[in-house]
């Protein structure tokens, strides 16, 4: 086992060699491409973690709208009831009141109608009393009789007024 | 019966000018070119979503040792991992070069007898100790760039004569450490490689092959203790002294 001074330096000079073209042509490139691979982790756990703080304040957002939409839907549920009730008791007054006209109308024109069959009806029944008057009168009626019958008439119809 | 060939150091094949290239030197180079090679073939795959296995395989492991780096050193790992991932991978790829099929039986027959052309890069005291070196250089280095001059007062204090002799200790402990490095990587590997070859020598069919797998580990816990080691220290040297 002997040392020589050659071999040694020229041990020391390859290697020497060695590490600068790997250093150049494996170590760099991988290095980079690590580099590189970090960055893109680093990039995309950023932008996860971005997405969660964005998704979050989206989930307090839509929670705030929902609780607000609760609110206005009852406000809108309320007034709505409200407007209900008041056009309900409105179109049940305005109901009664034109079932009354109507009534009143209908009632009105009964009347009328029994008013005027009355009249015709009395001026028919007097006809009749008159006819029967001059037939009975003309078969066998005495004076006496006559006026007798005259005067029962004449009460009776007092008595129909 | 043939002879056992055991050499502990590596032996030269040729030499050019007056230096001669030993078996390991020449692993070393096929190591390098081959890690070379490999990162420069994956380097157009890497940034894409569907690439090759084998890429999907390189890049698995770089990352996995980043991550290891990084668990040990989360704030310098980008500027200790190129030191500390070389040294895992050439030590790995070093031992493991011993290992493959006719790297002790292939060769070539010299004035010295047969020397095979491949022999485990780290199984070479030269090479473990150059490591060791450069590991101990960088960490005085880092310890320097990140601290400045006052990295350099832990091995010169001369407030009390208590505190002198401790920077008198930690000198000699950067120097022991270049030697328990060198020491335990050449030990282990050149350990395996002989144990080896002593079995495939006694008994030479599948006789060797759980130690094949014994060496295989060995490789790979040297390479991350060299590394860890060397990432460790560099961390205590940039680390500010309490």
Known sequence: ?161 | MPELHISISAQPIFSIGGFEVTNSMLATMVVTIFLIGLAISGKRYFHLKNKPRWVNFLQTIVESFYEFVAGISPQHAQKFFPLVATIFLFVLLGSWIGLLPGADSIGLTTVHGFVPFLRGATADINTTLALAIFAVVSVQFYGYKHRGVKYFGKFLDFSSPINFFVGVLELISEFSRVISFAFRLFGNIFAGEVLLAVIAFLIPVVASLPFFGLEIFVGFIQALVFATLTLVFINIAVSEHH
Not at chain 1, 69 to 85: G, R, S
Request: glycine share 2%; aromatic share 4%.
């Open chain 1, 1 to 161: 086992m002997e040392i020589r001074w050659y071999q040694l330096l020229f041990q020391v000079v390859n290697f020497g060699v060695l590490i600068f073209l790997l250093n150049r042509f494996l170590y760099r490139p991988i290095l980079k491409v690590i580099e590189l691979r970090n960055k893109k982790i680093e990039d995309s756990i950023k932008t996860a973690e971005e997405t969660f703080k964005e998704k979050e304040k989206i989930a307090v957002l839509k929670q705030q709208a929902l609780s607000e939409a609760e609110k206005e839907a009852v406000q809108i549920l309320e007034a709505a009831k409200q407007l209900a009730d008041k056009a309900g008791k409105r179109i049940i007054s305005t109901a009664q009141s034109e079932a009354e006209q109507a009534v009143d109308k209908k009632l009105a024109l009964l009347a009328d109608t029994l008013a005027q069959e009355e009249k015709r009806l009395r001026g028919r029944i007097g006809d009749l009393v008159v006819t029967t008057t001059r037939q009975v009168l003309k078969t066998s009626l005495t004076n006496q009789e006559q006026k007798r019958i005259v005067d029962q008439q004449i009460k009776e119809l007092r008595k129909l007024s």
